[in-house]
């Protein structure tokens, strides 16, 4: 147990580790981009910062997350070490190498071409490599989780698999299949180009390669956020889960709805018909399912809290909720969150409604809100929940937790509301410097400042999450006390077979895949649609080499 | 929690607090209403996109970006908005690192218009905010956006996808004007606002 | 306890799986289910549905037809 | 379930949607379906009249191209750069401030120009001359001689270290038009092409370059005198500068990167 401890908390260290400095380069950009004066007003740095930015948050600290948090709910629900630790370690270190050559490319000048690549912008491949090695190395992770919960279900012939170790193990097969479009793209397309093995680019084969993964990785950040609500909050709160069943359904859903799903990212694109994106549109349609569905089992499971904590009448459970608790407040504030964010990508993925919001500011603010928001602050409680635990030490402090808390809501409030408003005028996104004298721009000047002051409260709020976990690494150890795993009001003896493992919802997907994305990318061997890469930081490849003795 | 655990005021919550059968026809109204819901926004969907004949921009069409510039339909003569004889008119528009060319574009208000674009480099994004034009320029296909547009007046036009380190400054405009005032120019020469 | 063998579904031992706790009227309120839960998840997915077809009639239809 | 899916969203999306065009007719289902699926193109109008055709240059950034250029000699360029000299300066740093340095310019930048100039393209006294008696392997050979000279242009590939001052902020107009262009204007920053810290193909690094040389191009442009520029970018960005803002962006790149003097050719 002790070694898988070590393992989840140097994971969470990583994530943690990267998070902070890429909340600071994102508030910087805020402020770039608004009217008000900033140090370093270069656009060429800003371009280098988002894609540190989008880099670090997207790929670093999810990824690495995901993966100590798997860790931890391995080695907890099923009640024995992590089997595979050798291997888990050397994951850990492929990943982390690939995390730093991509940062030395970007930091080099030689990767500004944001974490979603956009070829045929053409990057050092150090960026691809590095992100090749993470995005590749984490494979090793998934194998692991399948690994761990298959060996459990072997040495415990008929018993349900534990929700949460059920819920980590459908996370490692979403990555799994989200992850796969990249690699594809990164092997098959960029790498060989970068290193000068081919001369063009697909653009559109990569783009849309690329939307495999796009809309899973979401759904990737957010499972762990979702394996607390449903495995970690009811108990915290002081009740029950309403269904074990509807959880296992839910995670279930999740791996069958959101690949098949990715068009709905290419909605503006040329290189697909309308028909194909209908198809895709409608699909996306089941992904907003499993999220109504927790939205109930969640309140159900907090009334039961509730309730068991003496509130009455319709509503009165709701003030009797222990909301002092970090995870019970995060929550809450989750919630809230999701349901915003979430009420922006029904926006989205309406099919020709996503012509009025498409590359505008709307979805910079609505995957703030939904992954910098509701994802990430359940991250937070995950890993003040986990700390005493894992570390044996006590949260330094509860209070403190709380004010981090609730600044990293208001902070996000504040920076995406007005977000989403400058994003239906029409304010493009990833734009370095607007010209504020163009009275088209100039409306959007004070509700850019509000975005930049809740810019400032997130950056506070993350100063303090560290402070909170220094703080706590750095306290006597003295607690001796499991993390414990909510039960559920019917407490499942057995569960049909269907629901206590995946190869019928992989075949399912399978299936789905290919009637989803069979034809899209199929056409890419008859449309004639190569064409040449631009590098970003000059002339190396294209033209041979020839600018250097 | 320690204090919650050890409280002698408060039992055990048995199982089954809620029955079993209570918890299924819960859940399975609940998820009826959502795909209710659900299904009552596809139904707008889909038949409003049939009436008003709503689309993404979707216009399969490949070209040769690296030739455009030497003849054919994104020869920098043949730019510019060209009126159809049906009375429609189209625009044709490069988007290039870091301009759109033309700069500026002239169409008339309640026409049926088709903006054409391509991309002789990587890819960019048309916007005209406040409508719904809105369409991704990727280099080997010819994006193509059809609408009218109801009001008249001046439409900013940025790039909306990120295209390199002068993304910022890649801005133009396009000029909707009444049908009288839209100039039909000889069959020789492109309508366009840009400065000549 | 309920922390039973049978509770395997929670964790595989005893130890991760939290401490049941409650009161009776606890067990009287949801007897009839969660009605309190229904009624907020209900309103909440009411807005989200409610502004969906606000945003799809009040702005995206009057910006114009695209296709 | 699933297969109810497939089916639902097969005939929405295929066998009603598809069918219905804006600005268009409705389409019968075959028709509908492959437009569906993208395999019928809405190709360009065929009725309305094309006016005269007007192309900038003949060289396009094909594969071929590259591939010439890139097979430049350098050896064999210098030799041939032996008639540049006189002009250009010793090893392209050119003494003349109307005569561009072309020490350390990207090839590409060389061979397209002296195709233009062999073509008619670019008008330019003797230039056109000369160009006409340099076959494209000359081109590519001189042009690979000349990006490898140095105390010309600095190196263009790379990275500049961020500096304040540099957006839409800062008051000096040479500075803001380089870094940060004017988007009302339709303007780019100039550094995102010409560098430092930007490049794009076929787009000459600027920096160090002769003041008076870049201003009278610009003037060049803006006056429809040249016009070699792909899509007319050039032209189209010179004609919106101010003759001040000509002169003051000339001057900044001509200020900056230490201009090549007589002192780069001293130490040859």
């Known amino acids: 147990m002790q070694n898988s401890s070590r393992l989840a908390l140097y994971h969470y260290w990583v994530a943690f580790a990267v998070f902070l400095p890429a909340v600071v380069l994102g508030a910087w950009q805020m402020l770039i981009r608004s009217p008000l004066p900033a140090p370093l007003d270069d656009p060429d740095a800003y371009y280098a910062s988002v894609t540190l930015h989008g880099t670090a948050m997207a790929y670093v600290v999810t990824t690495f997350f995901a993966m100590g948090f798997g860790y931890a709910v391995t080695a907890t629900s099923l009640g024995r070490p992590v089997r595979g630790v050798a291997a888990a370690w050397i994951c850990f270190v492929i990943c982390l190498i690939g995390t730093l050559m991509a940062v030395a490319a970007v930091l080099a000048g030689h990767a500004s071409v944001l974490y979603t ?164 549109s409608f699909l996306t349609f089941f992904v907003a399912l499993p999220t109504l569905l927790t939205v109930f089992s969640i309140c159900a499971s907090l009334e039961i809290a509730g309730r068991a904590r003496g509130g009455r009448g319709l ?21 809230v969150m999701l349901g915003l964010g979430g009420f922006g990508g029904l926006i989205n993925m309406g099919y020709a409604m996503n012509s009025m919001i498409h590359n505008t500011s709307w979805v910079t603010a609505h995957f703030h809100m939904i992954f910098g928001g509701a994802v990430v602050i359940m991250y937070f409680a995950i890993a003040y929940e986990m700390w005493p635990r894992i570390t044996g030490k006590p949260l330094q402090s509860k209070a403190l937790a709380r004010w981090q808390l609730w600044l990293w809501f208001a902070g996000m409030m504040i920076a995406s509301i007005p977000w ?130 | 929690m320690a204090e919650i655990e050890t409280n002698p005021l408060r039992r055990p919550l048995p199982d089954g607090v809620v029955p079993e059968e209570e918890i299924t026809r819960t859940e399975d109204h609940w998820l009826a209403i959502m795909l209710g819901a659900l299904g009552v926004m596809m139904g707008v969907m889909v038949v409003s996109a049939a009436t008003n004949a709503l689309h993404p921009p979707s216009n399969v069409e490949t070209i040769d970006p690296a030739t455009l510039h030497l003849g054919g339909e994104f020869a920098e003569s043949n730019l510019g908005t060209a009126i159809e004889p049906d009375g429609s008119v189209t625009v044709r528009i490069i988007a290039e690192q870091y301009d759109f060319i033309p700069n500026c574009a002239q169409v008339p208000v309640d026409t049926p218009v088709k903006f054409r674009l391509t991309s002789p480099d990587v890819i960019h994004g048309f916007l005209l905010p406040a409508t719904n034009v809105n369409t991704m320029v990727v280099p080997g296909f010819v994006a193509e956006v059809r609408t009218s547009f109801s009001r008249a007046g001046v439409y900013n036009m940025p790039c909306n996808e990120f295209c390199g380190n002068g993304h910022h400054g890649m801005w133009a405009r396009v000029e909707v004007v009444s049908k009288e005032q839209f100039p039909r120019l000889a069959a020789t020469e492109r309508t366009s606002c840009a400065k000549q | 306890m309920a922390t039973d063998e049978f509770h395997h579904s929670a964790a595989a031992r005893p130890e991760h799986v939290a401490a049941p706790i409650g009161s009776e009227e606890a067990v009287a309120a949801l007897r009839n289910g969660p009605v309190g839960a229904l009624v907020v998840a209900s309103i909440a997915v009411a807005l989200l549905f409610l502004g969906w077809l606000a945003f799809y009639f009040l702005l995206f239809i009057p910006r114009g037809s695209v296709g | 379930m699933v297969a109810l899916l497939v089916v639902v969203s097969t005939v929405l999306g295929f066998g009603v949607l598809s069918r219905y065009q804006q600005n268009g007719p409705t389409l019968d289902l075959w028709n509908a379906i492959c437009r569906g699926l993208g395999l019928s193109a809405d190709t360009a109008p065929a009725k309305e009249p094309v006016p005269a055709l007007r192309t900038p240059t003949r060289i396009a950034w094909t594969s071929n191209t590259l591939d010439q250029i890139a097979a430049g000699d350098a050896q064999r360029g210098a030799f041939i750069a032996m008639n540049c000299v006189a002009c250009h300066g010793q090893g392209g740093v050119s003494t003349s401030t109307l005569i561009p340095t072309l020490a350390g310019m990207d090839p590409a930048v060389i061979y397209k120009q002296l195709d233009d100039y062999r073509s008619g393209k670019r008008l330019w006294g003797v230039m056109g001359a000369i160009g006409k008696v340099v076959s494209a392997q000359d081109s590519a050979d001189v042009a690979a001689y000349f990006a490898v000279q140095s105390h010309g242009l600095p190196p263009l590939r790379g990275y500049r270290l961020p500096e304040s001052g540099r957006s839409l902020r800062e008051p000096d107009p040479a500075k803001r038009l380089v870094y940060a262009g004017d988007p009302q204007r339709g303007i780019p920053p100039c550094s995102a092409c010409h560098g430092p810290g930007g490049y794009k193909l076929g787009a000459p690094a600027l920096q160090g370059q002769h003041a008076d040389y870049i201003e009278r191009q610009l003037v060049a442009f803006a006056q429809g005198i040249r016009q070699n520029d792909i899509f007319e970018q050039m032209r189209m960005i010179a004609k919106q500068l101010t ?26």
């Open chain 1, 117 to 280: 690549f956009y070829p045929p912008l053409l990057a050092s491949s150090w960026y691809y490599g590095g992100a090749f090695l993470l995005i590749g190395g984490s494979m090793i992770w998934v194998v692991l989780m399948i690994y761990n919960m298959t060996s459990w279900k072997r040495d415990n012939p008929g018993r349900p698999v534990p929700l949460a170790m059920f819920a980590i193990t459908a996370t490692a097969i979403l990555w799994a299949w989200a992850a796969s479009g990249v690699i594809v793209e990164l092997v098959g397309i960029l790498l060989p180009r970068s290193l000068g093995l081919t001369t063009e680019i697909d653009a559109g084969l990569a783009r849309t390669l690329f939307s495999v993964t796009l809309h899973a990785i979401v759904y990737f950040w957010l499972m762990p956020a979702y394996i607390a609500f449903y495995t970690l909050l009811p108990q915290a709160a002081g009740g029950r889960l309403y269904s074990d069943t509807m959880g296992r359904l839910t995670f279930i859903m999740f791996i069958i709805f959101s690949v098949p799903v990715g068009m709905h990212h290419l909605f503006a694109d040329p290189e697909h018909g309308a028909g194909m994106k209908f198809l895709q």
């Open chain 1, 315 to 335: 509503l009165g459970w709701i003030p009797a909720l222990p909301w002092g608790e970090p995870m019970v407040l995060a929550t809450g504030l989750s919630l």
């Open chain 1, 420 to 549: 989403h408003i400058t994003g239906l005028m029409g304010q493009p996104r990833r734009v370095a410097v607007f010209d504020y004298s163009d009275p088209f721009v100039a409306r959007m000047g004070p509700l850019v400042i509000i975005s930049v002051i809740g810019g400032a409260i997130l950056l506070v709020s993350a100063i303090l999450l560290i402070v909170i976990l220094v703080r706590s690494q750095l306290g006597e150890r003295r607690l001796e006390a499991p993390l414990r795993y909510a039960l559920a009001v019917n407490p499942p003896k057995t569960v049909p077979a269907a629901l206590n493992g995946f190869a019928l919802w992989n075949a399912i997907l399978l299936v789905l895949m290919v009637f989803a994305y069979g034809y899209p990318i199929g056409q890419f061997f008859i449309l004639k649609s190569k064409v040449p890469a631009y590098e970003v930081s000059g002339p190396t490849n294209s033209v041979g080499g020839v600018d250097g003795p």
């Open chain 4, 243 to 268: 003759p001040d803002e000509m002169h003051a962006v000339a001057a900044f790149y001509g200020a900056r990167g230490g201009a090549p003097s007589a002192a780069g050719v001293a130490v040859r």
